[in-house]
């Protein structure tokens, strides 16, 4: 039933933006000409659906297909207004560019007033959604059996959350009295049909004995989804919950020799998109070069020890962006507003440029554009004395950006690496090109909106 709501919503979300650009671009056309023959449309439609994709694209770079976003409050207006702006920008300089030369139209006043009307009724569309996938409607029942600290942190998120989809209807037998009950104390059954249960999650440790899987597999026909802690946990929140975890998961769903032809268009891919960007990262090197030398004493380029795959060392490097001697009293975490970054360095940190010099570590092989961040050897082997299977990391190569990176604020602590380990053990089993090109154009937004550090 939840596999069900999701769908549905996903799809009414796409289709609802589809058939409103199409929709609005009719209206326009009738009230620019008066009516709408099949002769005005046609010479609209090809030019303007070209726009839509580019708008669909910007949509997506910009979060709004986040599931995690769709909440009426200021935030998720601030992101809408700065999109429409965004998308409006495209559209002039889209038909400034394209009307005289692959087009025979040149729609001026009707993109204005399309924008204007299109802008009304995107964010009156956009607030309504929100408000019905809030409702109890579009919202699956969770029956939480069991305890822990993450079922708990995961209970408070969805109860902070509803627009995720998923209402926590009944908690049963949390761990600490969990010995003194059986299922068999009460109806079971009845639970589930008074609740209306659409999805059960139990905990790890609870999830394999005969009593609980029997009791499930009498009420069958209910056509309930069943979950584990860590399976729910994943698929709610993008990331696996590490202390409910053992060795057994990882051979149960790491599968790297599934991940082959993967790996193998991955680093065709990792060659050609370097040796691109090398190329315009060459012609800005020069630029880059001068900004920093005439903002701080010290070198351009900054070369530091980093754990690649397999624990192997490597040499990366970045345009120096903190001022020399940073660490002359040992190595210390980055954290947010550094008083050792430079002010050109939080320009280039802010924008990616400071890591063009790592392109060079992606053509040899040390790295690639997608994977977890590569952390230095001495904050590694600290980590991994802390944080069960944080060595599990270096299980694939590291990358300039990731699920973590875009996901999660810039580590600057052990429990900041620990919640990052959790994105980069989801990326790691979950890794894809579809997952890969989502992630940078999550990058891309970033970028764009100037929230990297």
Do not use: C
């Not at 009707?110 to 409702?135: C, D, G, K, Q």
């Not at 699920?403 to 989801?426: H, I, M, R, T």
């Amino acid at each position: 039933m939840s596999d069900f709501l999701t769908k549905i919503k996903r799809f009414i979300l796409y289709a609802g933006d589809v058939i409103l650009l199409y929709g609005v671009l009719a209206i326009v056309l009738m009230l620019r000409y008066g009516g709408l023959s099949a002769h005005v449309w046609q010479i609209h439609f090809w030019p303007f659906s070209i726009m839509f994709a580019l708008w669909l694209l910007t949509f997506y770079i910009s979060g709004l297909y986040d599931p995690r976003l769709t909440k009426n409050d200021i935030n998720f207006y601030t992101l809408i207004f700065k999109t429409l702006a965004l998308v409006g920008g495209i559209g002039m300089v889209y038909f400034y560019i394209s009307s005289s030369r692959l087009f025979s139209i040149r729609p001026f006043i009707v993109f204005f007033v399309y924008l204007a009307i299109f802008s009304v009724l995107f964010l009156f569309w956009r607030r309504f959604y929100n408000h019905l996938t809030e409702t109890q409607t579009f919202r699956s029942n969770v029956l939480f059996i069991g305890g822990g600290q993450d079922m708990d942190n995961l209970i408070a998120e969805l109860n902070r959350k509803p627009h995720l989809g998923y209402h926590v209807a009944e908690r049963i037998f949390e761990a600490e009295n969990f010995q003194n009950h059986t299922l068999g104390d009460f109806d079971l059954k009845k639970l589930l049909t008074e609740k209306r249960i659409d999805t059960v999650v139990t905990s790890l440790e609870l999830h394999r004995l005969p009593e609980i899987v029997s009791q499930f597999y009498k009420n069958l026909f209910l056509g309930i989804s069943y979950f584990d802690l860590p399976t729910f946990y994943e698929r709610v929140l993008g990331k696996i919950p590490v202390t409910t975890i053992g060795q057994m998961w990882f051979l149960e769903n790491i599968s790297e020799g599934e991940k082959r032809f993967y790996e193998i268009f991955k680093r065709i891919s990792d060659i050609l998109i370097s040796l691109i960007l090398g190329i315009a990262g060459l012609l800005l090197t020069p630029f880059i070069a001068l900004a920093i030398k005439l903002d701080s004493k010290g070198p351009v380029l900054f070369k530091q020890n980093r754990v690649g795959r397999g624990g192997q060392i490597f040499r990366a490097m970045k345009f120096r962006s903190m001022v020399v001697g940073a660490e002359k009293n040992g190595a210390q975490w980055a954290t947010a507003n550094d008083p050792r970054i430079t002010r050109v360095g939080r320009f280039l940190r802010k924008s990616r440029l400071d890591e063009i010099p790592q392109l060079l570590n992606v053509l040899r092989g040390e790295m690639s554009f997608v994977g977890p961040r590569p952390e230095r050897p001495e904050f590694v082997e600290e980590l991994k004395k802390k944080i069960p299977f944080y060595d599990e990391r270096h299980l694939i190569k590291p990358g300039l950006t990731g699920w973590a990176q875009v996901n999660f604020k810039y580590g600057a602590s052990e429990n900041d690496a620990l919640e990052k380990l959790q994105y980069d053990l989801y990326y790691i089993k979950n890794r894809s090109i579809l997952l890969d090109l989502g992630i940078a154009l999550k990058t891309i937004n970033i970028v764009l909106s100037g929230k990297g550090q």
